[in-house]
């Protein structure tokens, strides 16, 4: 960011905040105008390679509490094939890990970190681990992990300090980094969002050469062992919905 960019959002931030602090009579509120002042300048200064940033200590911070698969694990071998030629896609880096863990979930950070539980390995063959894998590289893609994160830094009162002094990660605590990490882990993305990231897995499917129904199946595959359970599915929209969007998708409808 320019330093002329820096004093024209500041400036709108000062010049949107006067008008906030005017009560309904016309009257001047000093202390609501600071304070939504306050919070506006704190979401200028935090831009996306801080969150980015932050993304990546959170995701070594909760690798290091979690049974990550070493790299001879068959788990690590298994993915490393399936990611091959992935480690950047449209010229974003991504770094894969399996976590040892019978949780039947994957997940994405925006930094571009995909983590893969063994469990989904285990209930889906090397395709449809593959689109659901474009599943999640497609939520960071589309910003939607980026979102998450950057509204959890914002709207939290134990981010507020670390956003005010310039939105300076290192001084992130390690307690700040595990909540940050949990709010990937346990993302509740909008019905939108995760309609968009299947549309996206699709495209990611064909680009690479890969059967786009496998994003179909990966659906099916879980919806018939596991019901609506396990964290993939737990979280998103309808199946049914999730599968007449894809069939869209991928007949050009």
């Known amino acids: 960011m320019t330093h002329n960019s820096f004093l024209h959002r500041i400036l709108a931030a000062v010049s949107l905040a006067l008008l906030c602090g005017c009560t309904a009579t016309g009257e001047f509120n000093s202390q609501a105008a600071m304070t939504v002042g306050a919070g ?29 698969a070493p790299p001879d694990s068959p788990y690590s071998q298994r993915l490393a094939r ?29 930094d571009g970190t995909v983590r893969v539980h063994s469990g989904l390995l285990d209930a889906m063959p090397n395709d449809q681990v593959l689109a659901v894998i474009g599943h999640e590289i497609g939520h960071v893609r589309l910003d939607h992990t980026y979102e998450q994160m950057r509204e959890k830094m914002l709207t939290d009162a134990a981010f507020q300090a670390v956003i005010a002094t310039g939105g300076t990660i290192g001084a992130l605590t390690s307690s700040q980094l595990g909540q940050l990490a949990y709010t990937a882990v346990n993302a509740r993305f909008s019905q939108g969002d995760e309609l968009e990231a299947d549309a996206y897995a699709v ?30 599915l737990s979280s998103h929209p309808s199946n049914q919905r999730r599968i007449a969007n894809i069939e869209a998708e991928i007949e050009g409808r």
């Not at 979401?43 to 070594?60: G, P, W």
């Open 40 to 68: 506006l300048v704190q979401a200028s200064l935090l831009n996306e390679d801080s969150v980015r940033q932050a993304a990546a200590l959170a995701a070594q911070e909760h690798d290091a509490k979690n049974r990550v």
């Open 82 to 110: 399936i990611t091959r030629g992935l480690e950047t896609v449209d010229g974003e880096p991504f770094n894969f890990k399996v976590y040892l863990a019978d949780e039947i979930n994957a997940f994405a950070m925006a």
């Open 203 to 232: 495209r990611f499917l064909r680009r690479r050469g890969a059967d786009p129904w496998a994003m179909k199946r990966s659906i099916e595959t879980l919806q018939s062992r596991y019901g609506g359970g396990g964290s993939f």
